[in-house]
């Protein structure tokens, strides 16, 4: 086998002209279009890649996405239509949305893996849905408890006399339960997104395994949690008395919430990056394309975690002017990462 070179071909001024008009759409919709822009940002990465000298192509695909978006706003014209008292019961939504999660995943892997070529090979992505729905498992006993247990919350936090107490040790169990069944849903949908990709009908072999994946999840939120979440906890009882915030007027609290919220993001920062650094590790390395390529992964996880860090902290500075070079600059560095060997 021989060693190829990977490279980046693109810009952060390149990538910020081509994202302004997916910020203006998902400001408009409210968020709802942040997965679109992503792929789009995805797509934009992916088609400046260079393996070898040769270009990573997209080529037309014959899945239609049509179903997925009818799917997707017939979830939210129902959720409205909750908040205003016409449309079904809120746990008949979610058990309905995690019901179709499956479909929603598959449609969009499919679409997003089968656009992709290289050197005249194509990938494509054969998981079958009754596979994905096994692999969903965890998913789906999330949404059938929170299904039952909503009524019984929504009253509760709705009730004037929640304690801090009783608020914090009911975060805490439901964090406790929720966070290594999506860590596991996680990884089953990543193994599938490899295990069931064929590149030119070679299979592809998936060095990354369960109990790795999970602890690196739990570390993760360890961190998470001592560096962020609870000194923001901590800080917010200080200044003003509670965790549920239930005594101040509505628009205190509002600013309380989104003051907190870009507080946790800064602290956050070094946590989010350490976990995608070793993510990255543990998604790439050692992975092989049977009888075509294999794949090491040297990234050097402290200098990755400075280089979001900062990145990170400039972006939330620069009110998100900065994300486009900070995007870029995080690919560079993974794709510098990867020794890429073929036959």
């Given at each position: ?43 934009y990465l992916a088609s400046r890649t260079t393996i070898d000298g040769a270009p990573i192509e997209h ?227 050692g992975l092989r394309v049977t009888g075509t390529a294999r794949i090491d992964c040297v990234l050097d ?43």
């Amino acid at each position: 086998m021989r060693a190829v070179a990977v490279a980046f071909t693109g810009s952060g001024e390149e990538l910020r002209r081509r994202s302004r008009r997916d910020f203006l759409i998902n400001v408009v919709l409210g968020g709802l279009y942040t997965p679109v822009a992503r792929r789009h940002t995805a797509d934009y990465l992916a088609s400046r890649t260079t393996i070898d000298g040769a270009p990573i192509e997209h080529v037309p695909v014959a899945r239609r996405r049509w179903p997925a978006i009818v799917l997707v706003a017939a979830f939210v014209a129902l959720r409205v239509a909750d908040e205003f008292g016409h449309g079904p019961p809120l746990p008949l939504l979610i058990v309905g949305a995690v019901l179709f999660f499956p479909v929603l995943w598959t449609t969009a892997a499919a679409r997003t893996i089968d656009a992709i070529q290289w050197r005249g090979m194509r990938l494509t992505f054969e998981a079958p849905m009754a596979e994905v729905y096994r692999a969903s498992w965890p998913l789906l006993l999330l949404g059938v408890a929170w299904a039952f247990a909503q009524p019984q919350v929504a009253a509760r936090a709705a009730a004037a006399s929640m304690t801090d107490l009783q608020w914090l040790l009911g975060t805490a169990a439901a964090a406790a339960v929720a966070w290594p069944l999506l860590a596991w849903q996680a990884f089953n949908l990543r193994r599938l997104r490899f295990t069931h990709t064929r590149l030119a009908q070679a299979p592809i072999a998936w060095a990354a395994r369960l109990p790795a994946y999970l602890r690196q999840c739990f570390l993760s939120g360890v961190v998470l949690l001592a560096t962020a979440v609870a000194p923001v906890l901590l800080l917010r009882t200080v200044l003003f008395g509670s965790l549920t915030l239930q005594r101040l007027p509505v628009t205190e609290a509002a600013l309380v919430y989104g003051a907190a919220f870009v507080l946790l993001l800064a602290l956050s920062a070094p946590a989010r990056a350490w976990h995608e650094a070793r993510m990255h590790v543990l998604t790439w390395d050692g992975l092989r394309v049977t009888g075509t390529a294999r794949i090491d992964c040297v990234l050097d996880v402290r200098t990755f975690v400075r280089l979001r860090t900062l990145d990170a902290w400039r972006t939330i500075g620069t009110l998100g002017w900065h994300r486009a070079q900070a995007v870029v600059r995080a690919y560079q560095a993974k794709l510098a990462s990867l020794r890429v060997w073929v036959e």
